[in-house]
C-alpha cells in the first residue's frame, strides 16, 4: 500500500532535523540536497546527518528502522516522506573499492573528509540556516568545477565509480572537472574493470537519458572512460552530433535512442553493425534496451540504403516499425535532405494507412478450404502486402487473390 505524501519533502526533513536538535544533537542536511538549493534546484531526496547515534534517533523517533546499520543509517517517515538519517562517521580502507572494511562514529568534519567531491561535502542547518562548508564546495560551485575531496587519488581509491559519478555531475551542471580530479581519473581508469557492470550501466543511463548527454560523452572519451566502459575505441573521437541532435531528458523506455546515437557518434558507418550483444554485456542492458539499440540502428540503414529503392508496401512495413522515428531522426543528422523526404513519404502513405488491420488471417484461409502447408505465410503476407499497395479492398478480393497466389506457388513448388 503507498504511503501518502504530504506537504513539502524540504519541511519534512527540517522537522526532522529540528527534532533531532531539541534533543540534544547536532543535524544538518547533507550532500546532494545542499549542492542542489545552493543552485536553486529543487532537490529530489533530502538526507540528514547527525552526531545521534541510530539507537539515540529510535529514542526521538520510535519507528525509525534501519536500512544501513552497517553504515549507521535510519529512516523515518515525515508525512509520507522518507527522510534517510545517517550517523556523522569516518570509514576505514576500501579493500574492495566500493564498500568500506569498518565505520566509526564521527565528528562532522571527519563525515566530511570522507565524501567524494566538493560540491556534495557541504551540510545546511534548517533551523539555524547556515551553510557548513570544510572544503570550499560553495566556491567551486561558484566556478562550475568538480573537485574532489582532499587527494583525488585517495577518493578514487576508495571507489572507482566515482570517476563515472564526477562525469554525470560535470555533464548535468554544465561543470569542468579539476585538473587533478582529472588527471587522477586518467590514471585510474581501468579500475572500472573492477567495478560490477550493473552499477557501470546504471551510470551510463543516468548520464544518456539528462538532457546533456552530448557534454557526458565528451568527458567519457577524453579521460578515456568510454575506451574503458564499453571495451573499444572510438574511431570518430569525440564528435557527438548524433548525441546532440535529441533535445531534452528521454523517458526510460527511450534509452535505446541514446544508446544508437552514442554508437553512431563512435563509430559512423561501422555502427551498421549493431554494438547491441557487446553493449549489453558492458552496460548490463536490459533485452528491450538491448533490442531497441540493433533495431533502431537497422532502420536507419535501410533508410539510407533502400528506401527510394522500396516500393509502397514496404515503405508502409518499415515506417509503421515502433523505433522507425527515431531512426529517421538520427539520419537526418549526416543525411537531412534523405530524412526530410522520406518524412514527405510518410505524410502521403498515412492517408491510406501505414499498418491497417489485415483483411486476411490464417483463419479465413482454413475456413475457405485452403489446407496449412509451407507457404501458408507467404501466401498471408503477400496478400498484405496487396492490401497496403491499394490492390485489395475487402475480404472476398483478399481470398481471390490468395487462391492465385496459392495455386502459382503450388505450380511453381
Known amino acids: 500500500m503507498a504511503i501518502e505524501r504530504r506537504g513539502d519533502p524540504r519541511n519534512a526533513a527540517r522537522d526532522i532535523a529540528a527534532m533531532l536538535q531539541g534533543a540534544g544533537h547536532e543535524a544538518y542536511f547533507a550532500g546532494g540536497c545542499v549542492r542542489d538549493g545552493l543552485l536553486g534546484l529543487d532537490a529530489e531526496d533530502f538526507d540528514i546527518a547527525t552526531s545521534a547515534t541510530p539507537d539515540q534517533v529510535q529514542d526521538v523517533f520510535p519507528r525509525a528502522r534501519g536500512v544501513g546499520e552497517f553504515f549507521g543509517v535510519m529512516l523515518i517517515y515525515r508525512n509520507g516522506w522518507p527522510i534517510q538519517v545517517a550517523t556523522f562517521r569516518t570509514e576505514g580502507p576500501y579493500s574492495d573499492h566500493r ?15 570522507r565524501r567524494d567531491f566538493t560540491i556534495n561535502g557541504m551540510y545546511w542547518d534548517p533551523v539555524g540556516e547556515r551553510l557548513v562548508d570544510f572544503h570550499d564546495g560553495e566556491g567551486d560551485l561558484a566556478r562550475k568545477r ?48 573492477g ?50 541532435s535529441i533535445e531534452g531528458r528521454l523517458e526510460r523506455s527511450d534509452y535505446a535512442i541514446a544508446l544508437a546515437a552514442w554508437a553512431l557518434d563512435r563509430d559512423g558507418a561501422n555502427a551498421m553493425v549493431s554494438p547491441a550483444p557487446s553493449w549489453q554485456d558492458q552496460l548490463k542492458l536490459s533485452n528491450a534496451d538491448r533490442d531497441g539499440l540493433r533495431e533502431i540502428l537497422e532502420i536507419r540503414t535501410r533508410l539510407q540504403s533502400d528506401w527510394l529503392k522500396l516500393g509502397v508496401a514496404h515503405r508502409k512495413r518499415l515506417a509503421s516499425l515502433d523505433w522507425f522515428e527515431p531512426a529517421r531522426h538520427l539520419l537526418h543528422v549526416l543525411a537531412p535532405g534523405l530524412a526530410a523526404n522520406i518524412a514527405e513519404d510518410v505524410e502521403v502513405l498515412r492517408r491510406t494507412g501505414l499498418a491497417p488491420p489485415r483483411l486476411l488471417g490464417g483463419a479465413a484461409l482454413l475456413e475457405s478450404g485452403m489446407p496449412a502447408g509451407p507457404h501458408f505465410s507467404e501466401v498471408i503476407e503477400a496478400v498484405y502486402d496487396a492490401q497496403l499497395e491499394g490492390r485489395i479492398e475487402s475480404l472476398e478480393e483478399a481470398l481471390i487473390l490468395a487462391k492465385e497466389i496459392w495455386q502459382n506457388s503450388s505450380r511453381s513448388g
Not at 568500506?100 to 562532522?108: E, G, K, M, N
Open 146 to 193: 568538480i573537485r574532489a575531496i582532499g587527494q583525488p587519488r585517495d577518493r578514487l581509491e576508495e571507489d572507482h565509480l566515482r570517476m563515472l559519478r564526477a562525469v554525470r555531475f560535470a555533464s548535468r551542471f554544465g561543470f569542468e572537472i579539476e585538473d587533478e580530479t582529472a588527471a587522477a581519473i586518467r590514471n585510474h581508469r581501468s579500475g572500472l574493470d
Open 99 to 113: 564498500r568500506p572494511d569498518h565505520v566509526r562514529i564521527a565528528t562532522l568534519e571527519e563525515d566530511s573528509a
Open 195 to 244: 567495478i560490477s557492470r550493473e552499477r557501470i550501466g546504471e551510470e551510463i543511463r543516468r548520464m544518456m537519458l539528462d538532457p546533456n548527454r552530448g557534454d557526458a560523452a565528451v568527458f567519457l572519451e577524453r579521460l578515456g572512460l568510454a575506451e574503458t566502459v564499453l571495451g573499444e575505441s572510438s574511431k570518430c573521437g569525440d564528435d557527438v552530433k548524433h548525441l546532440a
